[in-house]
């Protein structure tokens, strides 16, 4: 079973300069996160899917970062404008469903964004 | 007050010796919680859930539950040198999960 793949592995921009990551999530999983990790702190959840609408995006700053799962499979993770503290690891996870014992998350290898 | 704080590290254990990790969450209506390890420069990794009070064990890790105390704890039984990581405990609220900041274990040969 391939796991969850995302693009790129690595990211170097300016601030105020815009970037996208792209994630596909394991196939069948119905939902999909979206987590930023930054250096010594655990991940945060950005946004979560359930197929192509969103459950929650209570801790994504709207300002300057959105989201979008088009047909339920892949999704994309904007910012525009970068600041300098949103230098992270952006990670990509999905799960079979949201219920009992198919609740385990599977992370992707990350999208490591420096903004200088 | 943070959701989920782990025991702050680092923790370095002999190798064969019991790593012990702690993890206490602040949600008394958190319904399943998770360890992963995440090893430097690599994703998390699901080790081991568990949604009862008591012991779960899997090989060489057990974890630990108590809600009465809100607490959750994974044992790494005969240490390894590629146990060396960061165990980032997990917990889950309405489907969301809340991760701690994580405590690196170093297994020393």
């Known amino acids: 079973e391939a796991g969850v793949a995302q693009s790129p592995r690595y990211k170097i921009i300016e601030k105020r300069q815009s970037v996208a990551f792209w994630c596909n999530p394991i196939s069948g999983h119905a939902t999909l996160y979206w987590y930023q990790q930054i250096l010594g702190q655990g991940p945060k959840l950005l946004i979560q899917f359930q197929n192509n609408g969103v459950v929650d995006d209570s801790q994504l700053p709207k300002d300057r970062f959105s989201a979008e799962r088009l047909k339920g499979v892949d999704s994309t993770l904007k910012i525009q404008p970068a600041k300098l503290e949103d230098s992270a690891v952006y990670l990509c996870?999905?799960?079979?469903?949201?219920?009992?014992?198919?609740?385990?998350?599977?992370f992707g290898p990350g999208t490591r964004l420096t903004v200088t | 007050q943070k959701e989920v704080e782990q025991n702050s590290g680092p923790l370095s254990v002999p190798e064969g010796a019991i790593a012990s990790l702690n993890c206490t969450y602040s949600?008394?209506?958190?319904?399943?919680f998770f360890w992963y390890r995440q090893y430097s420069g690599k994703s998390p990794e699901l080790i081991m859930f568990i949604y009862s009070n008591g012991d779960k064990e899997d090989g060489r890790f057990t974890a630990q539950l108590n809600k009465a105390s809100q607490y959750v704890s994974l044992l790494i039984r005969d240490s390894q040198p590629s146990d060396s990581a960061t165990y980032l405990c997990a917990v889950n609220n309405d489907y969301k999960l809340s991760f701690g900041a994580g405590t690196t274990v170093t297994v020393r040969a």
């Open positions: 949600d008394r209506g958190s319904q399943s």
């Open positions: 996870a999905s799960s079979l469903e949201v219920s009992g014992s198919s609740y385990e998350q599977y």
